[in-house]
């Protein structure tokens, strides 16, 4: 099984920061990777697909890139509404993984 | 309007059951990959299983050969009957459409359309 892992766990930023969230699978897995977005008591919310992909009516302060085996989830600059947990998950092969996950708090 | 709406979820006994149902509108079901992702209490995101649109069937470790994914068709719905439940599938559980994107000839995977979840509490 391919295994996900992400990092900072968690941070703290201030509004109108850039935010880097890293994320890392223990094999190749070209482009197949998703970035999502969790708020507490919520379902979660799909930002970034194919690795680099926006979804439909997320803000373009969002951002992906990556490729192979490592990952990164941009925000330009922090907004109030932003202050969740990012996961991503590889779309490469089941079991399709998510990793463990990085919460953005407020400084 | 494309929406999931979970339900089944509520208190079982370790080693009860429970069928979660998940049931779509403004989409086909049959049509579409479909998933369920938990979450356990304080916990990351879980994937449990997908059910493609052929009809293919794959799990998670930790939960094959005690929960089964399938959909009713003239219902637009999909399940997930979960047997010999223990106190760690305690979650969240979320069902999600799997949308399929191709380009340069390579088809991408992504659940972009999640219902709100049913809570699975399994204690004695």
């Known amino acids: 099984d391919i295994q996900m892992t992400q990092s900072p766990s968690s941070l703290s930023a201030s509004v109108g920061d850039r935010v880097t969230i890293t994320c890392r699978a223990s094999?190749?897995?070209?482009?197949?990777l998703n970035w999502y977005q969790q708020k507490p008591g919520k379902a979660p919310k799909l930002l970034i697909y194919?690795?680099?992909s926006l979804q439909s009516g997320v803000p373009s302060r969002f951002s992906g890139s990556g490729s192979g085996t490592d990952f990164t989830l941009t925000i330009s600059s922090l907004q109030p509404e932003d202050f969740a947990t990012y996961y991503c998950q590889q779309s490469y092969s089941t079991p399709r993984g998510f990793g463990p996950g990085t919460k953005v708090d407020i400084k | 309007e494309v929406q999931l709406v979970e339900s089944g979820g509520g208190l079982v006994q370790p080693g009860g059951s429970l069928r979660l149902s998940c049931a779509a509108s403004?989409?086909?079901?049959?049509?579409?990959?479909m998933s369920w992702v938990r979450q356990a209490p304080g916990k990351g995101l879980e994937w449990v299983s997908v059910?493609?649109?052929?009809?293919?069937?794959y799990y998670a470790d930790s939960v094959k050969g005690r929960f089964t994914i399938s959909r009713d068709n003239s219902k637009n719905t999909l399940y997930l009957q979960m047997n010999s439940l223990r106190a760690e599938d305690t979650a969240v559980y979320y069902c999600a459409r799997d949308q399929t994107t191709s380009a340069s000839g390579y088809y991408y995977y992504y659940m972009d359309v999640w219902g709100k979840g049913t809570t699975v509490t399994v204690s004695s």
């Open positions: 094999q190749s897995i070209s482009s197949y």
């Open positions: 403004g989409f086909t079901v049959s049509s579409n990959y």
């Open positions: 059910i493609y649109s052929g009809g293919s069937t």
């Open positions: 194919a690795a680099s």
